[in-house]
């Protein structure tokens, strides 16, 4: 089933959603892994994307539609520029363009992700099951 519409609150699509989005920018610290532009404020919200580190497809669904590795250690916070640059150039490749970005990049994708603090950004309530005192 083809997307026909944004959902109003992820205006970059439903392959992964706001919550994990939002994680990922901040364990990023709102820059591009690449260049390091700061993020934080940004004209429009497509301005801030997330890249795929391994953008090969890992499976097809029943429809033939590609899944693409969607989990957090494949997926760095990039500007619109840089991930425009990147298209389907392997990661390895790209990479070389910015000094330390490799090691940095590497670094990054280990760190866990605070999907709490995420939530707090979004405004959504809490994780079901958490007592309030």
């Not at 000094?99 to 939530?119: H, N, Q």
Request: net charge positive.
């Amino acid at each position: 089933m083809a997307r026909t519409k944004r959902d109003g609150i992820s205006p970059l699509g439903r392959w992964i959603r706001p919550v994990k989005r939002f994680a990922i920018y901040a364990r990023d610290g709102y820059k591009c892994g690449y260049c390091l532009k700061d993020l934080r404020v940004v004209k429009r919200e497509v301005d801030r994307q997330l890249d795929h580190l391994d953008g090969r497809a890992i499976r097809f669904t029943d429809g033939g539609q590609a899944v693409r590795n969607n989990h957090q250690s494949n997926l760095i916070t990039a500007c619109a520029a840089c991930n425009a640059a990147k298209a389907d150039i392997a990661f390895t490749v790209f990479v070389k363009r910015f000094a330390g970005a490799e090691a940095r990049i590497a670094r990054l994708v280990k760190l866990p992700l605070d999907l709490v603090a995420a939530r707090i950004v979004l405004g959504l309530p809490p994780v079901r099951g958490y007592a309030q005192a």
